[in-house]
């Protein structure tokens, strides 16, 4: 396991500088994202390095996550995270205020994603994300998740920002009003 381990540390840091690289010269932007995206699918193709004994969904029938962090910046920058869930995990609409990516090395999850209209939140589109496919998120940007399929999910989670950090976030209602998002939530569950 500590092979597997270290090779993990190197193919990881190695996807953050070129992510790092990418943000520098290009900014925050639906281009930059989809830059970053296609980094993180070459990531997630490394499926040897995040096994599931490794890294493991809670408990058969239980809801909720395992969120495992991988590397994140001493400044709490370009944190790369690993979410396990089993399937039937839904969550409200919600915003990051921080950039975020979204990619699978197992399982389904189907990100809808959300615009704002006088009076309600309406689905503007969805993103199966599953091996292969993945979704990119502007600060601003509001999706919901919802785990499918009949296997846990194991996905990576890129964010400029720590989720730790994340104290501003907001969760949004049918109607479209904002309440806060706890931070709480966010940390790590468990280690990697």
């Known amino acids: 396991m500590t092979d597997v381990k270290e090779a993990r540390a190197v193919v990881v840091g190695e996807a953050i500088e070129r992510i790092r690289a990418i943000e520098a010269n290009q900014g925050v932007t639906r ?12 990531l997630a193709r490394h499926e040897h390095l995040f096994p599931s004994g490794a890294f493991p969904p809670p408990p058969e029938g239980e809801k909720g996550n395992r969120r495992y962090l991988l590397q994140e910046d001493e400044d709490r920058r370009f944190a790369l995270y690993l979410n396990a869930l089993n399937p039937g995990n839904d969550t409200k609409p919600h915003d990051h205020t921080t950039w975020a990516v979204v990619v699978s090395v197992e399982g389904q999850e189907l990100n809808k994603v959300y615009r704002q209209e006088p009076g309600a939140l309406v689905v503007d589109h969805e993103v199966m994300v599953e091996p292969g496919t993945g979704i990119a998120l502007m600060p601003e940007d509001i999706h919901s998740i919802h785990t499918r399929g009949d296997v846990p999910t194991r996905h990576l989670h890129m964010y400029g920002l ?5 104290d501003n976030r907001m969760a949004y ?19 990697s």
């Not at 281009?31 to 070459?42: G, S, T, W, Y």
């Not at 209602?173 to 280690?191: E, H, L, R, S, V």
Request: charged share 20%.
């Open 31 to 42: 281009d930059a994202l989809e830059a970053i995206k296609a980094e993180m699918l070459v």
């Open 162 to 166: 720590a989720l730790e950090v994340l």
């Open 173 to 191: 209602d049918a109607q479209g009003q904002a309440i806060p998002y706890n931070a709480n939530f966010m940390k790590p569950t468990a280690n």
